[in-house]
């Protein structure tokens, strides 16, 4: 969605890439350390409006002490409910481990930007696979963008920007929309002990997240940004 917009530079999982690869590429750097990241996100956003996309199957330490990146621009936190997130993973990772699910890491990213008096926003996606429109229009009023309907279609196919990492997003390259859809699972946290021990793990860290999620009115009311405290 953001990646269709033209007033804004889109950046795809720069963190991930410089842990993964060793390098990435900010418009004019090509960049190889996290801190280095920071600085050059830090610099092109005085300039121009800045969007990144990340996971966070990975820790990344000099983050949470950057405080003046946390405390800066908005930080939107994309929770899913990790009994779905573990077993979607699992199929591409089975030697995954506890902490590759990332929520833990995401509430820990959330609780320093907060403390670090940053804007933080929690989106649930199921929100947004069940109310796009509505979820878009209120995630670009609280992060004072102009909603643009027409960012929710695209055209099928791979991207270059996650030419690396093609096999964690095959089922983006087939869509042309958000919407949902249902996978069964061979592993399941209901018949695997272990993926059962990882969702024990995460589920506080979710249900903590998703007390703080933007909540959405009735589509005929209009979207707001009211979250939970």
């Known amino acids: 969605m953001m990646a269709e917009r033209d007033d804004v530079v889109a950046l ?3 963190f991930a890439e410089v842990v993964d690869y060793g390098e990435t590429e900010v418009p004019g750097h090509n960049v190889t350390s996290i801190e280095e990241l920071i600085d050059r996100l830090l610099d092109l956003a005085e300039r121009t409006v800045v969007f990144f996309k990340d996971t966070t199957d990975k820790r990344h330490q000099c983050v949470l002490e950057r405080l003046d990146f946390l405390g800066s ?7 899913r409910d990790p009994r779905e997130i573990i077993p979607s993973y699992c199929v591409l990772r089975p030697e995954m481990q506890r902490d590759e699910v990332g929520v833990e890491n995401l509430a820990d990213i959330f609780a320093a930007t907060t403390a670090a008096g940053g804007s933080a926003l929690v989106l649930d996606s199921d929100n947004f696979v069940d109310q796009p429109v509505e979820t878009a229009a209120a995630y670009c009023a609280a992060v004072e963008l102009p909603f643009r309907s027409e960012a929710l279609t695209w055209g099928a196919g791979d991207r270059v920007e996650w030419r690396r990492s093609a096999r964690w997003h095959t089922d983006v390259r087939d869509s042309t929309t ?4 249902s996978t069964e699972y061979d592993r399941t946290i209901d018949t695997d002990p272990a993926l059962q021990a990882i969702y024990d793990h995460h589920a506080p860290f979710y249900e903590e997240l998703r007390r703080h999620r933007l909540h959405l009115q009735p589509a005929a009311e209009g979207p707001h940004h009211v979250v939970d405290s």
């Open 178 to 181: 958000v919407e949902r859809h």
């Open 73 to 79: 621009g908005r930080h939107t936190f994309l929770i």
């Open 12 to 14: 795809h999982e720069p």
